[in-house]
């Protein structure tokens, strides 16, 4: 089963049928993806995608010009997936940081990798880690999930995080047992802010408002299964 951010691989029969059902301004650009041998990245389903589908993104690099990164919404069959993985360690994608993250970066990946606390890298970081091209500006965030497995680890990790982003433009999501997500900036106000009860949260399938409780309630019931 996929999930978001998730990095996957096409067979060409998956890469055929993505290109049939694409449009024709956005064929050139499937062409290049393909015959790089880049992966596509898991999005959040479509209303209307069938059950044996999955549903992917690309964005392409910085172009010469700067303009904005353009991106490429795809469907394939589950079928035509030849690998899939999960998002970048925070170890994979340190080689693509520019030199003034670097320090403050390693000060993050130790910490977290010491408290084994399982944070992956999404987004314009990991896509210049895997393909080499450039995405990266002045104006990036370091797009990071965070899966804690349970409470401790939840406060711990945004303990972490908020210390680390006065030197660096972190950005990114909680992941919980479910798969369901909320940014970590909203979380931490959310529960620095006792009168507000809700949080947005997105998963493969929907954005629904939800309860913090409900929430961490996942952790107990998780550990309930083990």
Not at 42 to 47: Q, Y
Not at 51 to 68: E, N, S, W
Request: proline fraction near 6%; charged fraction near 25%; glycine fraction near 6%.
């Amino acid at each position: 089963m996929t999930a978001r951010h998730d990095l996957v691989w096409l067979s060409d029969a998956g890469w055929d049928a993505a290109q049939r059902a694409a449009a024709p301004a956005q064929q050139p650009v499937l062409a290049q993806w393909r015959q790089a041998g880049w992966p596509a990245t898991v999005r959040r389903r479509d209303a209307d995608a069938g059950p044996d589908q999955v549903c992917l993104g690309l964005t392409l690099p910085i172009d010469d010009t700067g303009a904005a990164r353009m991106r490429f919404g795809l469907r394939c069959m589950q079928a035509g997936v030849v690998r899939r993985r999960r998002p970048l360690s925070l170890q994979e994608a340190a080689p693509a940081l520019p030199t003034a993250w670097r320090a403050a970066y390693a000060s993050l990946e130790r910490q977290a990798a010491a408290a084994r606390l399982d944070m992956r890298i999404y987004g314009s970081l990991a896509l210049q880690a895997v393909t080499g091209a450039p995405y990266l500006t002045a104006r990036s965030d370091i797009d990071l999930a965070f899966f804690p497995i349970d409470a401790a680890q939840l406060n711990h990790g945004l303990a972490l995080l908020d210390d680390h982003s006065e030197q660096l433009p972190l950005d990114g999501e909680i992941v919980f047992p479910s798969g369901q997500a909320v940014a970590w900036k909203e979380w931490r106000n959310a529960v620095a802010a006792p009168g507000r009860t809700r949080v947005l949260v997105k998963d493969i399938n929907r954005v629904l408002l939800a309860e913090p409780a409900d929430l961490l309630n996942e952790f107990t019931e998780r550990a309930c299964r083990a």
